[in-house]
């Protein structure tokens, strides 16, 4: 059974950093797209970055020299380090990971980006 738990989201104010985490049991993401999604209030859920099949990495326009993927493989773990917050980052972030065409998403952890 494939679960996901994500960690690390919080209220920080605008310019400051959070790192998030997620943690992937039963499979091993390497070999699938792994990453992370948010979504807000009446909002369809929205990429903001991930690991393709091949390893590769993709960001949403609005996070691109902010946020970073990253994963240690050995800990079956990805994560999300996310610098200069806005307060329009607020959302709740999920991990996904795609396994032959089947969506696995973890709870989603909020963060909140406010003075």
């Known amino acids: 059974q494939v679960q996901l738990v994500e960690s690390g989201g919080g209220l920080v104010q605008p310019g400051g950093s959070l790192r998030l985490s997620c943690t992937a049991s039963?499979?091993?993401?390497?070999?699938?797209?792994m990453g992370w999604y948010r979504q807000t209030p009446g909002k369809q859920r929205e990429l903001v970055a991930v690991f393709t099949a091949a390893g590769n990495e993709n960001y949403a326009d609005s996070v691109k020299g902010r946020f970073t993927i990253s994963r240690d493989n050995a800990k079956n773990t990805v994560y999300l380090q996310m610098n200069s917050l806005k307060p329009e980052d607020t959302a709740v972030y999920y991990c996904?990971?795609?396994?032959?065409?089947?969506?696995?998403w973890g709870q989603g952890t909020q963060v909140t980006v406010s003075s």
């Open positions: 039963g499979i091993d993401f390497r070999f699938y797209p």
């Open positions: 996904k990971v795609t396994r032959v065409g089947i969506n696995y």
